[in-house]
């Protein structure tokens, strides 16, 4: 069976191609057509050559929104015409954190798009229990549950609660997300970027209680001024940028959470008396869960989760040769970009 294929072969180049893929689905898989494909920050890195754990050439592709064509002889959970969301991360199922239930930090994860070859191309095979099947709702929000999940899992990392002032350092999709469902959970919420029309977007459309743009002074006051006078109970960082990771552990207030979503390709120090004094819970928050897919579309299909201004930008599969460059710029404005395929 002959697919049409986008592989990134280095950093900076795309190319189509037509390759062969074995469409032969074992007992527990699933055969699926891809619809939709939301590109992500991990792509972008990759695109840049900045993204860790990853080599090249490679299928990038890991928001799917996907239909279910060919089930394998034991899949029960899903049928042939399902429309499905895809977790894609692949873990081994036996190594101590999945027997514990953390299959989203696997010791041996493969990440569809990252470790392994992922969704940029027209046929897709994946374990039965990576898919999760909607009724009512469209490729195009499926393609989005892995997002969104994200943002899901650092919130229940946190433990934010109703009563928790929450900043969310960083307002591209990933930070977008926690601050959406930091919300959900009733906090205040106040997001910080150097980025004017992203802060627009987070009051307007996610109903952020306040916005912080970061500019070349100490945001503290500001961000107090979003507090009623209080430092944030709750800092997720979701920059992926050095600075700003040490830099949050000054923000949090006294025995309060710094969670890190963001990931960046070095060390992190901090001083230790400072973050003594503070009793700071310091988090990592990786991947997501089943139980967040499975949260986020019940959320999605019953109208908690409005998923309606996500999406800024929409590139037709064959076009994102020529198109891929222009989505990095600023200018674009790029909140959530998809392939439609």
């Known amino acids: 069976m ?69 089930i394998g002889s034991e899949v029960t959970n899903v049928a042939i015409g399902d429309k499905v969301a895809v977790e894609p991360y692949l873990n081994c199922g036996v190594c101590q954190p999945c027997r514990n239930g953390k299959t989203n930090c696997c010791e041996k994860l493969q990440v ?12 897709l095979k994946v374990p039965t229990r990576k898919v999760y099947a909607s009724k009512t709702l469209s490729y195009e929000q499926l393609a989005l549950v892995e997002t969104l999940g994200i943002g899901s899992h650092a919130v229940n990392r946190a433990q934010v609660q109703a009563h928790d002032l929450v900043l969310v350092i960083g307002a591209g999709p990933i930070g977008l997300s926690v601050a959406q469902f930091a919300k959900l959970k009733g ?34 006051e500001e961000i107090r001024k979003g507090l009623n006078g209080d430092l944030p109970t709750v800092v997720f960082d979701a920059t992926g940028n050095s600075s700003s990771m040490m830099q949050a552990f000054k923000l949090v207030a ?19 008396p400072e973050f003594h004094r503070r009793e700071v819970t310091l988090l990592a928050s990786r991947n997501a869960l089943p139980e967040d897919f499975i949260g986020i579309i019940k959320g999605m299909e019953d109208g908690a989760i409005n998923t309606q201004p996500w999406i800024s930008h929409r590139v037709a599969f064959d076009d994102l040769l020529t198109s891929f460059e222009n989505l990095l710029q600023p200018e674009s404005n790029v909140i959530k970009a998809v392939i439609e395929l």
């Open 112 to 123: 569809l798009g990252v470790h392994t070859d992922g969704g940029m191309r027209e046929f």
């Open 187 to 220: 906090a205040t919420v106040v997001v910080m970027d150097m980025n004017a029309s992203r802060l627009a977007f987070c009051q307007q459309q996610l109903g952020v209680d306040a916005t912080v743009l970061l500019q070349n002074t100490d945001p503290v």
């Open 2 to 70: 002959i697919v049409k294929t986008l592989i990134l072969t280095t950093p900076g180049q795309f190319s189509q191609a037509d390759t062969d893929f074995d469409r032969t689905v074992q007992a527990h898989e699933v055969l699926l057509k891809i619809h939709r494909i939301g590109i992500c920050g991990t792509d972008y890195h990759a695109y840049r050559g900045k993204q860790p754990f990853f080599s090249y050439p490679r299928i990038l592709g890991h928001e799917l929104g996907a239909e279910v064509v060919e």
């Open 254 to 272: 006294h025995g309060g959470r710094l969670t890190f979503v963001g990931l960046f390709q070095g060390d992190i120090t901090f001083n230790d």
